[in-house]
């Protein structure tokens, strides 16, 4: 499931850059100590709005939305994410019994969204999941639903009978830009900053794997690269996924497995790259002791896993493996989230 952002172009923008306006929607069933219903809106990949089903309230998560948008906008988000919440309850149920699933934890996933290049040009795209997995996706295009398994065929067919497929390709190619933009606009100051990584070696022994960790960045796009005696080394290692900070800021790690042998006889290094500037650490800059990293990398990690809770569970994280996936929903009335399953 590829996520194609839309962003309509229109005025200036406030500068130019590629933006992206996301939300997800997840619906938790099962036996876990976890929200039944989130809702998260993220501009540029940072979170700026948020709902849950235990305090029912649409909440700002950043100054720009909450100095721009006043009682009523979030009055309407509200109302709206209560009622897709009952109708994401039913949803899980009804492809919970096509699965035959009547136990466990499960979850039922939407993401929609657009995004809007400097050069103009726009994308979007609106996907629905179960468990990790591709559900059903609209082709804008040709205004039908693809199914990507048996179970999903009954939902293709029950939404092709309806406008549900034309409502939305109007959301995406007319409010959802419109918003994005006007988003961008609101926020400016804060997407045109540039912090560079803070970088880190851990190991947690002499003899463990070495994690090469950046936290603290912004914007989200650094490269994270491993050299061995100056040349490029590629084998043994596993790039994690770009994960977003509680502050907005981004962390990234990338992990190197060889052997202790072969660092003491060899010179490894990381090299991290970020908005053109170059951070390298070798080995004299391993910590091997978790008790004396930096207070600032472990509060940047929690965070990082308290967001990834916050933003959905493990139906998220499964959807991240699935490269260039991206979400969106929100408070500008949102897309008619609410078809049934």
Same mark, same amino acid.
């Given at each position: ?69 006043? &009682? ?29 699933? @009547? ?43 693809? &199914? ?57 022994s002499s003899s463990s794997p070495v994690t090469c960790h950046a936290t603290g960045f912004y914007? @989200? ?10 040349h490029d080394h590629d084998e043994d290692v596993d790039l994690g996924e770009t994960l977003l ?26 090299v991290v790259e970020h908005q053109g500037k170059t951070i390298r650490k070798t080995a004299d ?52 989230? @609410?078809?049934?399953?």
């Open positions: 499931m590829r996520p194609v952002l839309l962003l309509l172009l229109g005025a200036h923008l406030a500068y130019a850059g590629k933006h992206s306006l996301k939300y997800i929607f997840t619906a938790v069933s099962g036996d876990i100590d976890f929200p039944e219903f989130t809702s998260v809106g993220l501009l540029d990949d940072g979170q700026f709005d948020y709902f849950d089903s235990n305090t029912m309230k649409a909440v700002p998560k950043t100054e720009w939305i909450r100095q721009n948008e006043g &009682a009523d906008y979030w009055t309407r988000a509200t109302q709206n994410l209560i009622g897709t919440h009952q109708t994401f309850k039913v949803s899980i149920q009804t492809v919970k019994e096509r699965f035959n699933h @009547s136990t466990g934890v499960h979850t039922w996933q939407l993401m929609y969204g657009c995004e809007l290049d400097d050069d103009g040009s726009t994308r979007g795209y609106h996907q629905y999941g179960y468990d990790g997995s591709d559900f059903v996706s609209l082709d804008k295009s040709s205004l039908t639903w693809t &199914a990507a398994n048996p179970q999903a065929v009954i939902t293709k067919h029950k939404w092709e009978a309806t406008t549900y497929a034309v409502k939305e390709k109007a959301y995406l190619e007319n409010t959802c830009i419109e918003w994005l933009k006007k988003y961008v606009d609101y926020g400016k100051d804060t997407l045109e900053r540039k912090v560079s990584p803070q970088v880190s070696l851990l190991q947690k914007p @989200s796009g650094v490269k994270i690269s491993w050299q061995k005696n100056r900070n509680e502050d907005g800021t981004f962390q990234k790690t990338s992990t190197l497995g060889v052997r202790p042998e072969e660092w003491k006889n060899n010179q490894f290094s990381c800059d391993i910590i091997t002791n978790f008790e004396s990293v930096p207070i600032g990398i472990i509060v940047g990690a929690v965070a990082a896993v308290i967001l990834l809770l916050v933003i959905g569970v493990a139906g998220y994280l499964v959807y991240q493996r699935k490269k260039g996936f991206k979400p969106v929903s929100g408070s500008d009335d949102g897309s008619n989230s @609410s078809a049934h399953t």
